[in-house]
């Protein structure tokens, strides 16, 4: 089995920062691309951000200049520094992994659970 497990969301105000955490872990030969999605109530899942084993990167808009996303392939672990947060940063935040379990078999999707980032004043 493959489990990814978000840690690090909460309740910030505007302006405020938080840094999400996804750890892999499991029965895995190879992590591939990682990325963080986010889900606002009554809205559809949104690419924040991605970035490939190599380390390119990929923004969505939104978090342009304020979003940095990082990994650390020998812990398996992916990051996402969240800066300047504002209201409409609000969402549940998943974590997202093309995982490949064994050797000469395609990678797989895998979804972390979710952790709810919440920015209020």
């Known amino acids: 089995q493959v489990q990814l497990v978000e840690s690090g969301g909460g309740l910030v105000q505007p302006e405020g920062s938080l840094r999400l955490s996804c750890a892999a872990s499991?029965?895995?030969?190879?992590?591939?691309?990682m990325g963080w999605y986010r889900q606002a109530p009554g809205k559809q899942r949104e690419l924040v951000a991605t970035?490939?084993?190599?380390?390119?990167?990929n923004y969505a808009d939104s978090g342009k200049g304020r979003f940095t996303i990082s990994r650390d392939n020998a812990k398996n672990t992916m990051y996402l520094q969240m800066n300047s947060l504002k209201p409409e940063d609000t969402a549940v935040y998943y974590c997202?992994?093309?995982?490949?379990?064994?050797?000469?078999?395609?990678?797989?999707?895998?979804w972390g659970q979710g952790t709810q980032v919440t920015v209020s004043s």
């Open positions: 499991g029965r895995i030969y190879s992590i591939g691309t």
């Open positions: 970035i490939t084993s190599l380390g390119t990167t």
């Open positions: 997202n992994a093309r995982i490949r379990r064994y050797n000469y078999v395609p990678e797989n999707d895998y």
